[in-house]
């Protein structure tokens, strides 16, 4: 499906889509630099060691998915984008901001993935990440011509809702990092799933897509 016609005078969003690429391929990509290979000191020693690093792995693997998870988000978002204006810009820099500090957070939580502080710093980051995506989406759909005219309205609300889960429950998960730091490490890993599972803007582009057959 092509993007809507452009209705008004305005920046074109195709630059600040190409920014989110760069921006999020290199995040994702830094967060392999913190799996160095282990030094054994003899050949029954290297399995051991290697296990001594779940805990960095299991961080990038969490990290990786939640980048993935963004991108993807914020991709979909610019689908419905016809023209950019200044503070969607600055929006869009301050969401930036939130995924080039995932890989240092996520490198802190492999460091020290039982201490509170650490898991408390990366959902904040994560935190950041939901509160700034839900602000643009609230910005973009306002009365602003910034998105398709023709966008269905109930796709709208449920996206709203859709993407409330994140600054609602990354607090929930802060303040459990201080009280049972395991439990605050699975909502982190949670969350990543119910934007995937629950995604209303997959089920609306395939009706669109039946539709046009």
């Known amino acids: 499906m092509d ?3 452009l209705k008004m005078a305005g ?10 690429d760069g921006i999020f391929a290199i995040a994702m ?3 392999v630099l913190e ?3 282990p ?7 290297l399995a051991g060691r290697l296990a001594a690093l779940w805990p960095r792995f299991a961080t990038f693997f969490i990290s990786f998915v939640v980048l993935g998870v963004y991108w993807f988000a914020h991709h979909q978002t610019f689908y419905f984008v016809v023209r950019v204006n200044r503070t ?3 929006l869009s820099i301050l969401f930036f901001l939130g995924a080039a500090l995932i890989p240092f957070v996520a490198s802190l ?10 898991l408390s710093l990366y959902g904040l980051v994560l935190g950041l990440l939901a509160v700034v995506g839900y602000v643009i989406w609230w910005y973009i759909t306002g009365d602003r011509g910034l998105v398709d005219e023709k966008l269905d309205p109930e796709l709208l609300r449920k996206v709203r809702r859709w993407i409330a889960a994140g600054p609602l429950i990354m ?3 802060i303040a459990i990092a201080f009280v049972e730091p395991f439990l605050s490490l699975l909502i982190y890993i949670a969350l990543p799933a119910l934007f995937v599972l629950f995604n209303p803007v997959d089920s609306y582009l395939k009706r669109l897509r039946e539709t046009a057959r």
Do not use: F, K, N, Q
């Open 3 to 5: 993007r809507p016609a």
């Open 11 to 20: 920046l074109s969003p195709h630059r600040l889509e190409a920014l989110a």
């Open 29 to 31: 990509t830094l967060l």
């Open 35 to 37: 799996l160095r290979v």
């Open 39 to 45: 030094e054994a000191t003899g050949p029954g020693d």
């Open 88 to 90: 969607l810009v600055w």
């Open 109 to 118: 939580m492999g460091s020290y993935p039982e201490d509170p502080v650490a």
């Open 171 to 173: 607090p929930i998960a």
